[in-house]
């Protein structure tokens, strides 16, 4: 069965600062990998998604990701957080080979920016 | 374009009860997903629907949840006799194609409320 476990469910980041946000994978197979974020009375968003095209992949709004199937990992980063990226952000898992392409999230990380 | 809509926003209840919730997906998506997302968790896979018929349904999480798509656009997510526990926001999403590799748009939920 596939799964992702994000660490730390409250990440707090000066404004400027670096963003991290730590994601990783269990998998059977290949794995599509996905970052979702969610704001405040809005419907979730894709931020960016790993395909096997590439291994870095970027996304809107400045954030980035980096498959690493030694580590089993798929960590967002962003190089300078801004107040508008306080968020709740979902890491997000699918299974290449299944009939449907559905998806097993995290439990979620929530972002705050302070200034 | 419009995006994915679902309505009512909110729903209040009581145990017992009987509750329809509605999603409008993105037109032309032939893919039409549910989920929960309860309180502090990520969503949670309920059913996949590819044009009228579930092709997975593996997520719903007994017999009292039931789901519709009669025309392959509009569906609905059925819940009998409700009980406290299915309190969470109900999440829709609908994808060109069940294909991994195309986005799942999602909608901005239904938050329901047993008492």
């Known amino acids: 069965a596939q799964s992702v476990t994000q660490l730390g469910s409250h990440v707090s980041v000066s404004e400027g600062a670096l963003v991290l946000l730590r994601c990783n994978y269990s998998?059977?197979?290949?794995?599509?990998l996905f970052w979702y974020v969610q704001y405040p009375n809005q419907g979730l968003q894709l931020l960016l998604k790993y395909t096997s095209a590439a291994t870095l992949v970027k996304g809107i709004n400045g954030f980035e990701a980096e498959f690493k199937k030694s580590e089993t990992s798929f960590h967002l980063t962003k190089p300078s957080a801004h107040m508008s990226d306080a968020a709740e952000y979902f890491c997000a898992v699918s299974e290449r080979t299944g009939t449907a392409s559905k998806l097993t999230f995290g439990t979620g990380t929530r972002l705050q920016v302070t200034l | 374009g419009a995006g994915v809509s679902q309505t009512p926003s909110n729903k209040v209840t009581e145990k017992g009860k009987y509750v329809e919730l509605r999603c409008d997906p993105i037109?032309?998506?032939?893919?039409l997903y549910w989920y929960r997302q309860s309180l502090g968790q990520g969503p949670e896979f309920l059913i996949y629907f590819q044009g009228t018929g579930a092709a997975d349904d593996s997520g719903l999480p007994n017999d009292r949840f039931f789901a519709v798509r009669p025309e392959g656009s509009v569906s609905t997510l059925k819940i009998q006799r409700t009980e406290r526990g299915d309190s969470a926001v109900y999440l829709c999403?609908?994808?060109?194609?069940?294909?991994?590799?195309?986005?799942?748009?999602f909608g901005p939920g239904t938050r329901l409320t047993v008492l």
């Open positions: 998998s059977s197979v290949p794995p599509y």
């Open positions: 037109s032309g998506h032939t893919a």
């Open positions: 999403a609908s994808s060109s194609s069940g294909s991994p590799l195309n986005e799942q748009f």
